[in-house]
């Protein structure tokens, strides 16, 4: 299972574009990356998911360059209620035959200013 | 999209007793379902994974005998806390994904459960 590394923590202000990278170098062929983000006690929410190049939404981009060795999570003029942890997670689909584990890290803690 | 619903959102209990979460999906069929417990200002650690009509496999330290789960049906798993103690205290989440025709990859969670034992 690949293992990710994020920046523990983040800080922005209001209307500002924000990047946030996650290394996962040990990444096999049939994994997928997806962001989530949590607030405090609630349960993780589904961002943006790709496999790779460049994937879009309504609320995120998520970039991964050919090697996807990383992707970067990319917030478009984020706002106080961005203020969240957000997990970068790799494995495979659950539906794809594979036992479903990922490891989840502490994440990125992003604490939005006005 | 899909939901997954939690219940209780939180409970408090005296040591000793025993605590059922439950946690359905809402629109879909989930034949996994994962229970994960997270303490405060950690990450979320997996449990176990529970698989519709069998049993579930539980990760290396979670005592499955503690930690009883239950997945009888394709929308429905609970995780019952055994003779529950004050370091069982907890956020306990569970969340369902890989459902039939039309599922993306992602995992969809629960609000969470907050227990807390006195």
């Not at chain 1, 590394?5 to 996962?24: A, F, K, L």
């Not at chain 2, 609970?78 to 969340?95: K, R, W």
């Amino acid at each position: 299972l690949a293992k990710t590394t994020q920046p523990i923590s983040m800080d922005s202000y209001e209307g500002q574009e924000v990047n946030i990278t996650c290394s996962h170098n040990n990444i096999a062929t049939n994994d997928y990356i997806t962001w989530y983000q949590q607030f405090p006690s609630q349960g993780p929410r589904f961002i943006i998911q790709g496999y790779k190049t460049k994937v879009t939404n309504e609320v995120a981009s998520l970039f991964i360059p050919a090697d996807r060795k990383s992707s970067t999570l990319s917030l478009p003029r984020v706002s106080l209620s961005d203020t969240a942890v957000y997990y970068c997670l790799v494995g495979p689909l659950p539906n794809a035959g594979n036992n479903r584990k990922l490891i989840w890290g502490l994440g990125t803690s992003l604490a939005v200013n006005p | 999209g899909a939901v997954v619903s939690q219940h209780p959102s939180w409970v408090i209990c005296k040591s000793g007793t025993s605590v059922k979460i439950e946690c359905r999906s809402l629109d879909f069929q989930a034949t996994t379902m994962f229970w994960y417990r997270q303490f405060p200002k950690q990450s979320l650690m997996l449990m176990a994974t529970s698989n519709e009509g069998s049993k579930a496999t539980y990760e290396q330290g979670v005592e499955k005998d503690k930690f009883l789960i239950n997945h009888a049906s394709l929308t429905l798993s609970t995780l019952t806390v055994t003779s529950a103690h004050p370091e069982d205290s907890s956020f306990y989440i569970c969340s369902a994904g890989g459902g039939g025709q039309g599922m993306t990859g992602e995992l969809f969670f629960g609000e969470g459960s907050r227990l807390t034992v006195l």
